[in-house]
């Protein structure tokens, strides 16, 4: 399991059920038709709903009801990203999964009523998309995410666990799939189940392998140690850095989820003869992966799917515990730009 609290600010607050309906509002006449004039201005949800520190990282602009435990979810993917790069007239397909993420922290606060402060213990993750889906465009990505929530479970009238499917619509095509579960516990209740955890690392960060063998521009975006002779053949440290602004966006007792996503995205990569497009991930988290032991990755590519696509079985393993287990899947190579 992986949480996916947000500790930015202290105390529990309460998440009040927002309504779901959002007021369009024009711009003021300026004298002249304006290029917008008539639309819904745009803007983010609060970040505390997605568990974000920074504002930048919000991806949902806005959710309305649909029908009973049913929602739309609205979303934008920015042109450019610090982390999520564009490469070869792709977006990264992990803002796939990272939109997904967000779409149910923020109905789990929003429509559920989900206090601030709660943890949410994530159990698995995924999606699976065309690559159309991630198509560069001249203008950011406008997306809605159809959201059915079930298994929805709660006591005392507060959410505990919840399972969710979404489906990802781009220019009124749908165009990914995918969900997640998780549960959700009060502070107290974590508390008394990861006691006193530390924040950082105790040791120093190994350097990282060659950028380029893991899809990479820059050393800082690696989380993947450079083997040494305690690592074999595709297998490989994990590389923690809590200083990085996106992988660990707020400080937390744990390695995140979407950390463990990326390292299983590396992993593939680096197995792979040339540049992937991973347009399915699906991960499964069975504990914690904490600061104070290495987390070993190791990547072993799979048969292809039924529609012929490679597949690698990633596993995270922590001491003699298996911390998560992914299974990524590319276009196929022939047809993924270099």
């Given at each position: 399991m992986q949480s996916l609290s947000h500790t930015a600010e202290p105390g529990v607050l309460s998440a009040p059920r927002l309504s779901s309906t959002v007021?369009?509002?024009?711009?003021?006449?300026a004298?002249?038709?304006l290029p917008y004039a008539g639309e819904p201005l745009t803007t983010t949800?609060?970040?505390?709903?997605?568990?974000r520190a920074a504002v930048a990282e919000v991806f949902l602009t806005g959710w309305e009801e649909t029908g009973p435990h049913a929602f739309t979810v609205r979303a934008q993917w920015p042109r450019g990203h610090s982390l999520f790069r564009a490469a070869g007239g792709h977006q990264d397909p992990l803002l796939i999964a990272e939109t997904i993420r967000q779409a149910?922290?923020?109905l789990s606060h929003a429509a559920?009523?989900?206090?601030?402060g709660h943890q949410f213990l994530m159990w698995d993750l995924a999606f699976s998309a065309s690559p159309e889906a991630v198509a560069v465009a001249p203008a950011p990505?406008?997306?809605?995410?159809?959201?059915t929530c079930r298994d929805v479970a709660q006591r005392r009238g507060e959410l505990t666990k919840m399972r969710y499917t979404a489906s990802v619509v781009r220019d009124g095509r749908p165009v990914a799939t995918g969900g997640a579960s998780f549960n959700c516990v009060t502070p107290a209740a974590y508390r008394r189940l990861r006691g006193e955890r530390p924040f950082f690392p105790s040791g120093a960060m190994p350097p990282p392998v060659a950028p380029g063998l893991v899809g990479r521009e820059l050393e800082r975006d690696v989380?993947?140690?450079a083997p040494t002779g305690d690592a074999g053949t595709h297998r490989w440290e994990l590389r923690v850095d809590t200083g990085h602004p996106v992988l660990f966006d707020h400080p937390v007792d744990h390695v995140p989820g979407m950390v463990l996503l990326e390292a299983a995205r590396q992993a593939a990569q680096a197995v792979s003869s040339r540049r992937i497009l991973p347009v399915a991930v699906s991960t499964v988290y069975e504990n914690y992966a904490e600061f104070d032991a290495p987390c070993w990755i190791e990547?072993?590519?799979g048969a292809p799917d039924a529609l012929g696509r490679p597949t690698v079985e990633v596993t995270g393993r922590q001491a003699d515990r298996t911390v998560f287990t992914s299974t990524v899947t590319a276009w196929p190579a022939s047809r993924t730009p270099a």
């Open positions: 007021p369009h509002h024009r711009l003021p006449d004298g002249g038709p949800v609060p970040r505390q709903y997605v568990h149910g922290s923020l559920y009523g989900v206090p601030l990505t406008d997306l809605e995410l159809h959201v989380v993947l140690a990547a072993t590519p």
